[in-house]
């Protein structure tokens, strides 16, 4: 693994910075190839998006820089698969929860080794139903917080014949899973939970909404029953990219020809 702490090789940050103490700041995590990086637009924007509603915005230099880093000196440390994590925090400063009015951002960048998903996209994976709920909160909905206690928790639970668990609302409303969104189809017609007060709004979550000539998308308030009903199910991220889902909480379901079609897209490969 190699770290990079401001654009400098390093490994540690201070014991002070707000992203340590708070949790306050963002990340994301990005699917790299030695000739680019998988949909880093859209990470981009989300994690610029963040950065925004958390109140401490890069300005339009700041972008760049990075940007030109991410070009110029990660791009050509990458000789397989990678992932490539980006965190921002608030840095040091404020007294207690109090932020200071203008922050000097710490900003992490590190190259790590490619998960391996082969198996999961050919065979499928098995989901549980956790036993965490995921809390609704309009302010920090859609973004890749660093705050992530529920996730860490329901991976705790989560047993070893399982590989992801479906988080519900304290509504007992569908949400996502652990690291992953969540798709259902039926009848041909996609189906993904609604993320206006929780959830992470996946890269790939994005590109499967956006770049459907063939299908019809709905989000909306959906509860477990709806989703045990799907001819198919799949999850996704932007590190596994499609993975179907053939057994649910003891229910199986069958690998689907519009999962298998949508595995072979390509989103935004720049």
């Not at 637009?41 to 915005?57: E, I, T």
């Not at 925090?89 to 951002?105: D, F, K, M, Q, S």
């Not at 299908?215 to 308030?221: A, E, N």
């Not at 596994?240 to 690998?255: D, E, L, Q, R, W």
């Amino acid at each position: 693994m190699t770290w990079f702490v401001n654009y400098r090789l390093e490994e540690s940050v201070s014991v002070a910075d707000r992203g340590l103490a708070y949790g306050d700041g963002v990340f994301e995590t990005i699917r790299a190839f030695p000739q680019y990086f998988l949909q880093i637009d859209d990470h981009l924007s989300r994690l610029y998006r963040g950065l925004y509603k958390l109140g401490m915005p890069f300005s339009s230099d700041q972008k760049k820089v990075l940007s030109d880093f991410l070009d110029k000196n990660v791009q050509s440390l990458i000789r397989n698969e990678s992932v490539v994590k980006i965190i921002v925090t608030r840095g040091v400063g404020g007294r207690g929860y109090l932020a200071p009015e203008h922050c000097i951002h710490s900003i992490i960048i590190g190259i790590l080794p490619a998960p391996a998903y082969q198996d999961h996209r050919t065979k499928g994976v098995s989901l549980s139903i956790s036993p965490v709920p995921i809390s609704s909160n309009r302010f920090l909905s859609g973004i890749k917080h660093l705050n992530r206690l529920e996730n860490v928790m329901a991976k705790q639970f989560l047993k070893a014949a399982d590989f992801e668990a479906i988080m519900l609302n304290d509504r007992q409303e569908l949400v996502e899973c652990i690291q992953s969104n969540l798709f259902w189809v039926v009848k041909g017609i996609f189906y993904t939970p609604s993320l206006q007060l929780s959830g992470v709004q996946g890269t790939y979550r994005k590109g499967i909404i956006e770049n459907q000539e063939s299908y019809t998308v709905q989000i909306g308030h959906y509860s477990l029953p709806d989703l045990m009903a799907a001819d198919e199910v799949f999850i996704t991220n932007s590190l596994m990219g499609v993975v179907p889902v053939i057994h649910i909480a003891g229910t199986s379901f069958p690998i689907g020809i519009h999962t298998r079609k949508l595995q072979i897209t390509n989103f935004n490969a720049s």
